[in-house]
């Protein structure tokens, strides 16, 4: 896309310079014109050539979390929401220490399995080095997630005493 912008204006600076050269004021307005009628024509190519990408997938190992003493029950992934937005939020083991991810409900799908607990994060990405990816725009998709947790995991009667 960036190529299409700079050739845009280098077209622009050409007719631009010519008319300097020449002396002549009355070509700037018409040359601003081509260099507007240009882009348009630029973007709208930018838009219908369909970019290069490649999807990459990351896993995270899900660790166990429980939500207090008093219940003793234990969760792979809990869910809740904040300002309109229903999230999952999951902890996971990285380089010995845990970190914490939320992830929005409508990226997230769950299936079961019989392995391990995890969740599979895939991303979009355009391919650097790619030639039509110099003219393209792509509007990447939102990375989904994939939860695999064991079965009989989700439960629709819980307490969460929070302690």
Known sequence: MWTIIILTALV???VISQAIIEKDADCIMPAFGIAIYMFFISLFIALALPAKTEFIEKTYSLELMSDGSKSE???FIASGGSSEKMVY???YGE???YRMKQVDADNLVIRYTDGQPKIVKTEEHM????FINLFAIDFMSDDTYVAYIPKGSIKNDY???AE
Do not use: A, M, P, R
Request: no cysteine; charged share 20%; glycine share 10%.
């Open 95 to 97: 380089n010995g220490t």
């Open 73 to 75: 029950s234990s969760y």
């Open 127 to 130: 391919i650097k080095g790619e």
């Open 12 to 14: 622009f600076l050409f």
């Open 89 to 91: 939020v999951f902890y």
């Open 159 to 161: 307490k969460l005493d």
